[in-house]
Each structure stands twice: as structure tokens, then as C-alpha cells.
């Protein structure tokens, strides 16, 4: 699975750590009482000396308090935090921040409306011009390639801020989504936004009970988009209102973290979740989780289909040392954005590993459905037994607690394939994975065409989120996160033979926060148009090289404080996750993905050249 935090310790640390993990507060707080005491039993032996994937104390000082509570109470350290009561938990919170929560995370209205007589959509600068950046890949194929951008390569060292927006969260992820003149961004606070994309001023927010951290598809007059509870919502694009939302899976851990895909009046919809987090905790039931793809009907949100990826229901096979019984076959989340062939009607997805010893046929795989019926065309499972939970990297972590008994290295697919026609019709599909492996398939019959190796893999790295593709090339981002013997940077390969082209090294890391968890790593996806490529990197800085041989021509750290137009304090961090995207003539990205040991932030800036500033 891409990201999941603190996976570089023991199961018992894990289930110890996690109940106050999320209290994400500053050293500042009352030297004594319970809230001390409960920090530190269950959070000081990972915070106050990290390693690895656990973020240090002072890292994790900008949550705030309810985002805190909501994460113990209902979110994603509530099996961890199962054994403090409401007043503990608040006592935590209280003593980590120095401020006892209010008790909601909906914030107040924003402070720059819209004017009542500003653009609808259909009516501003992309609209008619082709010029807009849809759900994730921008287009079906998922190409993260931008034809349109409305600024040349030559335009590119000359992009300026022109104007900075602040989320009431901290940990930001997602990928704005750009259409006919607004931005709909999500943020970790629940609440998304549709924004006006020359001013930023707000058109209206709607606030959803839990985390979102993917990106809005426009589905005719839906703005829709899914989060951390397993939920999708479609909402009126034009004024922010639900239209209707739907639960796609009764898991506490299941998520929607990859975007939806809408075509023709249907939505198509991944599920993944997070039970590899729940799973260290000796009591918890380890693992009853299916990965799936759903096709709803986007003016209802009535399911048309479901197809897991493992066929087989969970089912007891054995018990843990402790006696806690466990289940399998579990795993094989789609963590990202189904990719559509509607001309052959076939849709492709990537999955995730296994979390349990049972054999899994689908986990770390390419797989093709078919669009009308969800029926399975083929499968290319090319890794097997990559049985992993949190907690079970130790060298005697095998069968320990919940550990499978047959470890993998969790390198699976977190990335959405790329299809890709080449001169004389031949079509390639495109993909990478974890391990720093690429791959060329049919899309066919997923045959392999052919392979290439850019990075040293680990369960960060090589490739996170994912490339993007041109005409000719295939653009990778290499994390290689806590990799031995890593090579972060950036590769271009032949998307006829997957022979590189070029390859730049990364340059940096230059963090302006310090020496603390800076670093080179590039795990957020790419985003190319004609001659740029755009890859962000952990130490905040985005980059844009050419396509011809990888030199950068623009270097911007986003990892700053700025004005923002909603008059939220807000600074960027480290980049990862969705890509930069652009349309219109400018750019966006979102800046602080620190849900692990980047620098958090709460930023979202969006360019333009310098003389259409």
C-alpha cells in the first residue's frame, strides 16, 4: 500500500504508539496530570526518539486539536486508541497542544466569498478551450499530460506565484482538479473547496465527516469526490450542495483514496483502505479487508457493479500466539484512479499487497475488468506472497502478533496505469511499482513487452503515485525512501522499449525548515506538457526539467509561509502525493504532505507567467 505511516517498527511499539500518535501538538502543555502521564506511557517511546517513518514531536506540532479527537474518536487511530476513554483523549490532545478541542472540525465560512455576479461553471477561461485538468490523470488514458496548459516550456522559468490559498488542516494531500475556470481541491480537515481559479476567492466549501485526500472528478453538473470513511459525494458543482453520497464498503478502514473516473453517466470508483494500520494491535482480528472497483450511476449514486479483487471472503485460519483469531484472505487495495479503454471497454487498475499468509491471485497486480459488467478480463500478478502489515519489517517479526508468516517487502502498485497509443496504432500499457520496477504490458491480454529498473525499491519508493507520458516518453519519479541503496530522481524512458532516455539526479535536498527529515526523495506523481515535466520533491521544492534531457529550468521552494487570500496562516512543507496541474494558463499545486516525516503544511499556490501575473 503507498504510505502508510510508522511501518518501521515493532507490533507492540505500533499498537503502543498509535493511541497517541495522532496527537500531532507542540512541546508546550501542563508539566504534569493526565494527559503527561498517558503521553508518556503510550506515545514518548516513538516520538521523543523516532526513527524512520515515526515523526519526531517537534514535527508533528501543527494538527490541531480536533483534528487530533476526530482521529482518535472516529478516524484512523480508533482501534489504536480503543482502550482510552473520551476524557483520556482529551487529555492528550490538551496536553500535546496546550488547547482543549472544541469538539467539531467544521470551521467558519471562509473570508473571500466570491461576488455574487462572478463565473458559474461553464463560464470561465478553460471552458470550450480544452484547457482543463479532470480527476486525476486528466484524461481516460491517466496520461498526467497536459496538451493545452495554455503557457509554453519557454513560459515556464517566468511562472510567479499569483496568488496562495490556506486550508484549516495541516497534513494536506490530494490534487487539484481544474474546470472551466475554478479549483476543487480537497484537504484533511474534511472540508473541499471550489475556488475561483484567477483570484482564489471561495465559490463554496462543503464539509465531509472525515478526511479527504483524493481529488474531484466533474461528472456533468456533480463536482464528486470520496474519502477516508469508504464514502463517495456527489455535490452541485455550481453551488457545493450534496446531491447524493453513497458507502461503498461497511469496513471501519476502508477509503477512498484514489479518484473517481466518470464516463458516459457512470462513475467508476476504487476502494482501499487502512486495515494494515489496525491489524498490529493484539487484540484486533487480523485482516477482513477486499480491495474493489465499483460503477455507480452518477445521477444516482446506485451501485451498477462491485468486483473485489480477491474473490474468496475472509475466513478464521489459524489463531496468533495470543490466541487472537485470525483471517484471510485479505488485501489488494486499489489505491489509485481506474484507467478507461472505452474503445475495447476495458478498465485497468493496479492493486496492493497481501495482508495475510492465504494465497491472493489479484494483490500486486495489473488488472483488466470489464467496463460494462465488472467481469475480470485478465490478470498480471507480478509479485506474489507480498504478505504485509505494520509492524512486521523486524528480522523476527515472521508470525509474531499478527504478523503473516511469510513477510513481503510491501512493494506494490499505488499508481494509476497509463495507456498509451504508439505510431502505427500499437498500444502500451504503462506502470510502476514500489519495488522501482517499470513495466511495458499489452493491454490485451497484460502480457509484458518489456521491463526497466529506476530505482532500489522499498515500501516508499521507488514509485509512489506514479508517472506520466507523452507521445514518446514515459516521465518516473523515484522516491526510494529509507532505501539502502536508493537513487531518488527523476528518469525518462521509451514507451516502445523502456529504454531510458535520460536520467537527472536529484538535486538537493535543500529544506528550509533544517536538517529534520529533509530529504530527496520524489514520491509525488508527475505532471508533463509539451517540453516540462514537473516533479515535486520532500524537501518542498517543485521542479520543472526538460523533456529532451532532464536539466531543470525552474526551481521553486513552496516550502515558505505566505499571505493567503482566505487570510488563513499557512506554509508550505514537503511535496507529495497528487501531482502539480495545470490549465488555463496556470499552475497548482498543493504543498505539506506530512503524514509521515515530511513537513506538514497547509498550503495551495497556484502560478502563472510572469506576464500574465
Not at 481516460?140 to 510567479?160: I, M, R, Y
Not at 517487502?409 to 499505488?414: E, L, N, S, T
Request: hydrophobic share 35%.
Amino acid at each position: 500500500m503507498p504510505r502508510p505511516d510508522f511501518k518501521r517498527v515493532g507490533p507492540v511499539a505500533v499498537a503502543l504508539a498509535f493511541a497517541g500518535s495522532i496527537a500531532w501538538g507542540a512541546d508546550s502543555g501542563p508539566p504534569g496530570g493526565e494527559g503527561a502521564h498517558l503521553y508518556t506511557q503510550f506515545c514518548a517511546g516513538c516520538h521523543d526518539h523516532p526513527k524512520d517513518r515515526i515523526p519526531p514531536r517537534e514535527a508533528i506540532a501543527k494538527r490541531t486539536p480536533d483534528e487530533m479527537l476526530q482521529a482518535l474518536n472516529s478516524g484512523l487511530m480508533r482501534t489504536q486508541a480503543g482502550g482510552l476513554n473520551t476524557n483520556e483523549r482529551i487529555a492528550v490532545v490538551t496536553y500535546l497542544t496546550g488547547k482543549a478541542p472544541l469538539g467539531t472540525i467544521a470551521a467558519p465560512p471562509e473570508k473571500n466569498p466570491c461576488d455574487a455576479g462572478s463565473a458559474q461553471p461553464g463560464s470561465g477561461p478553460a471552458s470550450g478551450s480544452g484547457s482543463q485538468w479532470n480527476g486525476w490523470g486528466r484524461d481516460l488514458d491517466n496520461s498526467h499530460f497536459q496538451p493545452q496548459p495554455g503557457f509554453t516550456a519557454a513560459d515556464v522559468p517566468h511562472l510567479k506565484v499569483k496568488w496562495a490559498f490556506g486550508y484549516r488542516g495541516t497534513y494536506i494531500y490530494g490534487q487539484p482538479t481544474i474546470v472551466d475556470g475554478r479549483v476543487y481541491v480537497t484537504s484533511s480537515s474534511g472540508r473541499v473547496y471550489s475556488l475561483d481559479a484567477k483570484t482564489g476567492c471561495t465559490h463554496w466549501t462543503f464539509d465531509a465527516p472525515a478526511p479527504a485526500r483524493g481529488v474531484f472528478s466533474i461528472a456533468g453538473d456533480l463536482a464528486v469526490f470520496g474519502d477516508d470513511s469508504g464514502t463517495v459525494y456527489a455535490l452541485d458543482a455550481a453551488k457545493g450542495t450534496l446531491v447524493w453520497k453513497r458507502k461503498l464498503d461497511p469496513h471501519p478502514d476502508a477509503r477512498i483514496t484514489g479518484g473517481p473516473v466518470y464516463y458516459r453517466d457512470r462513475l467508476y470508483v476504487p476502494v482501499s483502505s487502512l486495515e494494515e494500520l489496525s491489524a498490529p494491535v493484539p487484540t484486533y482480528e487480523c485482516c477482513k479487508f477486499r480491495g474493489s472497483v465499483v460503477a455507480l450511476d452518477a445521477r444516482t449514486g446506485k451501485v451498477i457493479w462491485q468486483t473485489y479483487t480477491i474473490d474468496e471472503q475472509p475466513h478464521p485460519y489459524r489463531k496468533s500466539k495470543t490466541g487472537t483469531q485470525l483471517y484471510g484472505p485479505a488485501g489488494g487495495s486499489v489505491w489509485s484512479a481506474p484507467t478507461l479503454d472505452p474503445k475495447h471497454n476495458l478498465l485497468y487498475v493496479g492493486t496492493g499487497n497481501s495482508y495475510t499468509d492465504l494465497p491472493a491471485a489479484r494483490t500486486d497486480s495489473i488488472v483488466a475488468l470489464d467496463m460494462a459488467t465488472g467481469a475480470i478480463k485478465w490478470v498480471n500478478q507480478l509479485r506474489s506472497g507480498d504478505n504485509y502489515i505494520v509492524g512486521c519489517d523486524g528480522p523476527n517479526a515472521a508470525g509474531q502478533g499478527n504478523c503473516p508468516q511469510q513477510l513481503g517487502p510491501d512493494v506494490d502498485f499505488g499508481t494509476s496505469p497509463i495507456l498509451r497509443t504508439l505510431p502505427g496504432g500499437r498500444r502500451v500499457l504503462l506502470t510502476g511499482q514500489k519495488s522501482g520496477q517499470v513495466y511495458g504490458l499489452d493491454p490485451a491480454t497484460g502480457k509484458q513487452l518489456w521491463t526497466a529498473r529506476v530505482g532500489a525499491g522499498s515500501s516508499v519508493g521507488g514509485i509512489e503515485w506514479g508517472g506520466a507520458a507523452d507521445e514518446s516518453q514515459m516521465y518516473l519519479a523515484v522516491s526510494d525512501a529509507f532505501a539502502a541503496a536508493g537513487k531518488p530522481g527523476l528518469t525518462a524512458l521509451r514507451i516502445d522499449t523502456g529504454k531510458q532516455a535520460w536520467r537527472a539526479a536529484p538535486t538537493g535536498p535543500v529544506c528550509s525548515w533544517g536538517r529534520r527529515s529533509c530529504s530527496a526523495a520524489q514520491s509525488q506523481a508527475v505532471a508533463v506538457i509539451p517540453g516540462a515535466v514537473f516533479s515535486g520533491s520532500q524537501d518542498g521544492h517543485l521542479r520543472a526539467y526538460s523533456t529532451s534531457d532532464g536539466h531543470v529550468i525552474w526551481d521553486f521552494d513552496t516550502a515558505q509561509a505566505f499571505d493567503t487570500v482566505n487570510a488563513v496562516a499557512a506554509a508550505g512543507g514537503s511535496l507529495d502525493h497528487g501531482s502539480a496541474t495545470m490549465a488555463g494558463g496556470m499552475l497548482f499545486v498543493n504543498s505539506g504532505y506530512g503524514r509521515i516525516n515530511g513537513q506538514p503544511g497547509n498550503l495551495l499556490l497556484a502560478f502563472a507567467p510572469a506576464e500574465l501575473n
